[in-house]
């Protein structure tokens, strides 16, 4: 069953009238309704045509929430082999929102570290829906470490609304574990690639995304906070959330121009929810490509590229 986005209410409207001509006609075989429910078909696919071609910031963020876009489980699941994940940050316990382990790209053994959101209400409450605490971080940071010993690269999946902001998790230093993070990001050897699937939000995002390469789904986001958020500081006021949304440049369109970020990675007409093979299959081909674009570079060249990344961000401008 399809989940329908507020905007997406039009098309919901014509898909339902097009199912229901076809349940009538289930129920009784002399009715010939095809052409008619072809016809509402076509109109819907071209409306979806038009509505994805011209989605606003707001509702752009609308679409990398979505509760049926590819989860972190479900790209590992389709583009890695032999996955054995490791648990545990060896100080206090298993963050399930943070997950990550070895496996094999292409037959190239990786490390891959991902948030996952879950996909019904227990695996989301379980998951912390994708938003991770201290723990998390610390098992990030030491599974870099794995990695940066036995030289494979770290490809990482961005898909959270931000690290956990609970009174246990400040309690343990959030914000320490996410800079450790950061900078382990920074220092490690080896190629390090990171997929904003979904939402990247704050620190929570950045702990696991300063990358030598960094790529974006097309209806994505990636911010410093939600636009929530910024509308509740900025304007005291959480439903200002169109206009900070527009102000914040959270796309992959306005990120790319900035410099932000390296690609974008295009989606299926809809978004990634209605075409998940596509879209995984798409994340793996950019994956591959920019894993050979760092073929041959050794580890000093490796962490200067990532350091010259980071300091030459905003040398475009806001004008870009």
Not at 15 to 30: F, I, T, V
Not at 216 to 239: D, F, T
Not at 275 to 304: F, Y
Request: contains cysteine.
């Amino acid at each position: 069953m399809t989940n329908y986005l507020d905007f997406e209410r039009p098309l919901a409207e014509i898909e339902g009238k097009a199912e229901e001509l076809r349940a009538m006609a289930r129920q009784n075989e002399d009715m010939d309704v095809e052409s008619e429910a072809a016809a509402l078909d076509k109109k819907a696919a071209d409306m979806l045509v038009d509505m994805y071609a011209k989605l606003t910031p707001w509702r752009k963020c609308q679409v990398a929430r979505h509760p049926d876009r590819p989860h972190c489980k479900d790209y590992i699941a389709n583009l890695f082999s032999e996955y054995t994940p490791l648990a545990g940050d060896r100080n206090f316990a298993d963050d399930l929102a943070l997950m990550g382990g070895l496996a094999r790209f292409n037959d190239r053994p990786v490390m891959v570290i991902g948030h996952e959101k879950g996909n019904d209400t227990k695996s989301r409450i379980e998951r912390n829906f994708g938003m991770a605490r201290p723990e998390g971080y610390r098992k990030a940071i030491r599974l870099m470490e794995i990695a940066d010993r036995f030289n494979m690269p770290v490809i990482s999946l961005v898909d959270t609304a931000g690290a956990y902001p609970g009174k246990g998790a400040e309690e343990r230093g959030q914000s320490e574990a996410i800079a450790r993070s950061t900078e382990k990001c920074l220092q490690i050897g080896v190629p390090m690639i990171s997929v904003i699937i979904g939402e990247g939000g704050s620190g929570g995002a950045v702990a696991i995304a300063a990358a030598n390469r960094v790529a974006m789904l097309e209806h994505s986001i990636y911010s410093v906070i939600s636009p929530e958020g910024c509308a509740s500081i900025l304007w005291k006021n959480a439903e200002k959330m169109r206009e900070a949304a527009e102000a914040m440049r959270v796309t992959a369109q306005d990120l790319h121009n900035l410099g932000v970020i390296d690609r974008i990675i295009g989606e299926p007409v809809g978004g990634a929810h209605r075409g998940p093979d596509q879209s995984m299959k798409a994340v793996g081909t950019e994956i591959q490509g920019l894993l050979d674009s760092m073929k041959g570079m050794d580890r000093k060249a490796l962490i200067h590229d990532r350091r010259k990344k980071f300091l030459d961000m905003g040398a475009r401008g806001l004008a870009a």
